[in-house]
């Protein structure tokens, strides 16, 4: 029986990382249509809203997770350990959710221009910091 075959590890964490700036992005995009805005931090005035902080949070945490089961999946899919029925799944979940996203990104933007452009960018690099470091944790467990 052949040895399994394994994606370079480099790749993996690349791979990790763009989708868990992407996943960053998507969540920022569909929090910004439930009132969950990151440009709040940027506002003069009284201290940092509760509700920036959760956004926050939930952008960082969806990265990381999505960066550490990506690279899981990575890590399993070369050697075709990924069940059909669950390869089906993870494809419909990510068009739901790419579709949810294009959907709530079409709409104005609740944001003044350059906040919202500065959300976005510390939406990015804040998704591939998370989702690298999600997918390093995923690597050195095994």
Do not use: C
């Amino acid at each position: 029986m052949p040895a399994p075959v394994y994606f370079p590890r480099p790749l993996i964490l690349a791979g990790a990382a763009v989708f868990g700036m992407l996943l960053a992005l998507g969540v920022h995009i569909l929090g910004q249509r439930f009132g969950l805005d990151l440009g709040d931090l940027w506002k003069a005035g009284d201290l940092m809203p509760v509700v920036a902080a959760l956004a926050w949070w939930l952008v960082s945490a969806a990265a990381f997770v999505g960066g550490h089961i990506t690279a899981n999946l990575l890590r399993s899919a070369a050697s075709g350990q990924i069940p059909h029925r669950m390869r089906q799944a993870l494809i419909v979940v990510g068009v739901l959710l790419l579709a949810a996203a294009g959907q709530a990104a079409s709409g104005p933007n609740p944001m003044p221009t350059l906040a919202g452009l500065l959300a976005a960018i510390g939406t990015l690099l804040l998704g591939a910091i998370m989702a690298f470091a999600g997918a390093y944790f995923a690597l050195e467990r095994t």
